[in-house]
């Protein structure tokens, strides 16, 4: 019988999490499917899980902070971060997790050492707060900012970082900048500001490259593509699901073929 695993949004108009799971699937010999469930209701996402049933399931937005209600158990780390990115179903009963600090973490420590860097993070939802855990682990100094100050400053409280407003982003000295609001056509970060020697990340995958990430590079700043984020995160998300190593290069190619044919 062939296991169903998939991912929750809404809307999902794009995801690359079917691709990198199912080529992992297939390459190891699993009979398992994943698949995209946009779903406009929380209590229809967790029938859903339940009833299909799905056995493992990627959260996406907006649901990753409001699913933690409807499970039967949060881990340690999902719970400080205030977030599920990862549900395990284990006979019925909802496990929660979050991966998205791991996808953090491994994507930033291949181009830089965190240990002592001011580090500025941008937005304030399920991502920021994945983002702003991870760095604390690794020792960063940290700047928060959002365009909604009163969730800077309850997301500083809970991480020990500094609250800047919005408009003054570009005034707090930093030397890694981590784009994790949606925008993607509007600068996240005053392109001015932008530094030779920077390291900015964009949590934003599609793509890959993004106008943020671009305009970087032409002022002589490091990139970290938000798809390197996602293959981490998924490769920690197959493991919990399954038990085993997951196929990470295999993942990678399933990931930068489907980019490269868009």
């Known amino acids: 019988m062939t296991r169903r695993y998939g991912i929750i949004g809404y809307p999902l108009s794009f995801t690359l999490s079917p691709k990198m799971h199912n080529r992992a699937f297939f390459h190891l010999g699993i009979e398992a499917i994943y698949e995209a469930f946009p779903v406009k209701d929380m209590r229809e ?56 600090w791991i996808g953090v973490v ?29 760095l604390k682990e690794e020792g960063v100094i940290l700047g928060i900012s959002s365009r909604t100050f009163e969730k800077t400053q309850r997301l500083a409280f809970s991480f020990d970082g500094e609250a800047i407003e919005w408009e003054k982003r570009h005034e707090w000295n930093c030397e890694v900048v981590i784009n994790a609001t949606p ?28 106008p943020f990430l671009e305009e970087g590079r032409k002022r002589g700043a490091k990139a970290v593509s938000g798809l390197r984020m996602l293959l981490f995160q998924g490769v920690k998300q197959f493991e919990i699901w399954f038990n085993i190593k997951a196929p990470e290069e295999v993942m990678w190619e399933a990931l930068k073929e489907e980019i490269s044919s868009l």
């Open 45 to 100: 996402a967790v029938r859903l899980i339940k009833e299909t049933p799905l056995l493992g399931v990627s959260v996406t937005m907006p649901y990753k902070e409001s699913i933690m209600e409807f499970l039967d158990e949060v881990d340690q780390v999902a719970q400080k971060i205030g977030a599920v990115n990862t549900i395990l179903n284990r006979k019925g009963r909802l496990y929660g997790f979050n991966t998205d």
């Open 183 to 210: 925008l993607l056509n509007e600068m996240p970060f005053p392109k001015e500001a932008i530094k030779e020697g920077m390291i900015l990340m964009d949590m934003i995958y599609n793509p890959p490259i993004t």
């Open 106 to 134: 491994r994507a930033l420590k291949e181009v830089t050492h965190l240990e002592g860097k001011r580090v500025l993070v941008l937005g304030a939802g399920g991502g920021a707060r994945a983002a702003c855990y991870a």
